[in-house]
């Protein structure tokens, strides 16, 4: 990515913060926004959830960013968050240079990590009162909202002194729209009918892969394209958005083979490749009309 593209944002700092704030979101639908590597906002007619996000901008030792672009805003420009969604303790997932200042900037603000973070949350002076811990198969629900943490393999499934996952997924049921974040994870037995047991609608999938070179320089890897697209079908998910492919310059595939892949194999999958800092505002008719279309 050629640093003249990579400061291209379609919105980010105060105009991308506003525009999440002010759009309106109809009754039935979501908003989604597109912020990095596993990074979204999305807001249903009531409130606004982030998922992992990481605006941090680390540096290595010769004063040059680590990221291909820039952040979007800062945890602390955020004033909006109802809900944040973490799946994982890894820096790129749960970051204390996000984290702390939004929590500050958003008082509103739940977050929602796995069991085993919780503590890291509070050492953030996260309030106790503000964290819900999040346990494999057991739904979270308040008002409208049901989420359902499900355990997810980031190589392979851990867990810490107490059985609890340490790697979390995340089933968002809006109540009119069913969303899907997977954080990271690579591929394992039972996982699609794990996922078609839920009416998704919309599935946050990760395609960097899990290659040798990868193990070599000792990344956790998750799904590649093919696997992702695979997962997406046999799962029954209406919508296919990919995700966890473009931050790092060390841990990025080509999107284009997605597509590839999907043209070649599943030309009837519906798929969206968001743009940084894109907004899709997804209805359920519509997701519905255009998956009948397909078959």
Not at 20 to 39: C, D, H, M, Q, V
Not at 51 to 68: L, V
Not at 216 to 243: C, H, Q, T, W, Y
Request: hydrophobic content about 40%; aromatic content about 10%.
């Amino acid at each position: 990515m050629s640093p003249e593209v990579s400061e291209r944002w379609l919105r980010r700092g105060p105009a991308l913060i506003d525009h999440i704030t002010r759009l309106e979101i109809p009754k039935g639908s979501i908003g989604l926004w597109y912020l990095g590597l596993a990074s979204f906002a999305m807001k249903t007619p009531h409130h606004i959830f982030y998922f992992d996000p990481y605006f941090r901008n680390p540096i290595d030792e010769k004063g040059r960013s680590i990221r291909q672009y820039p952040p979007p805003f800062a945890g602390g420009d955020i004033r909006h968050a109802d809900f944040v969604l973490c799946s994982h303790p890894h820096l790129d997932h749960l970051d204390p240079v996000t984290l702390e200042p939004l929590a500050m900037a958003s008082p509103q603000a739940t977050f929602i990590v796995p069991a085993p973070a919780v503590m890291r949350c509070e050492n953030m002076g996260i309030q106790p009162e503000r964290i819900l811990a999040a346990r494999t198969d057991q739904p979270i629900q308040f008002e409208n909202y049901v989420i359902t943490p499900l355990a997810v393999a980031h190589v392979e499934f851990e867990t810490d002194e107490n059985d609890d996952h340490i790697n979390l997924s995340y089933v968002v049921d809006t109540g009119q729209l069913v969303l899907y974040h997977a954080g990271d994870t690579v591929d394992f037995p039972h996982f699609a009918e794990t996922l078609k047991s839920f009416p998704i609608d919309i599935a946050l999938l990760p395609i960097n892969g899990n290659d040798r070179h990868r193990r070599a320089a000792g990344i956790f890897g998750n799904l590649d394209f093919r696997e992702a697209v695979d997962l997406a079908v046999d799962s029954g998910v209406k919508l296919l958005i990919p995700m966890h492919y473009d931050l790092l310059p060390n841990n990025q595939t080509n999107p284009a083979y997605l597509i590839d892949y999907l043209y070649h194999t599943y030309p009837w999958m519906p798929f969206r490749m968001l743009a940084l800092g894109e907004c899709l505002l997804q209805d359920t008719s519509t997701l519905v009309q255009r998956f009948g279309e397909s078959e």
